[in-house]
């Protein structure tokens, strides 16, 4: 997906925080935190290298207000 999209891929966010991107197209981040001051904490420092489009993936539905996307099943 990430190669697809032109997006950079990071396992998880403390590896997204140790990189320097200052500008990307995207972003894909696996095992993202479910925290809120953590995922606060992520978001603003996305916003801060200008991220235009961000896909967070995480272990637990998040709970401050974002869409959640779910696996659709079919029967």
Known sequence: MARESGAYFYPNSQTFEQDLPLYSPGLI???APTEEKKLRR???E???RQ???VL???QKPIKVGF???TP???H
């Open 42 to 44: 992520l978001l603003s």
């Open 29 to 31: 981040i696996d095992n």
């Open 51 to 53: 991220v235009q489009k």
């Open 67 to 69: 869409p959640i996307v």
């Open 46 to 48: 996305i916003q801060l």
């Open 56 to 58: 967070l993936i995480t």
């Open 72 to 74: 659709h099943t079919t």
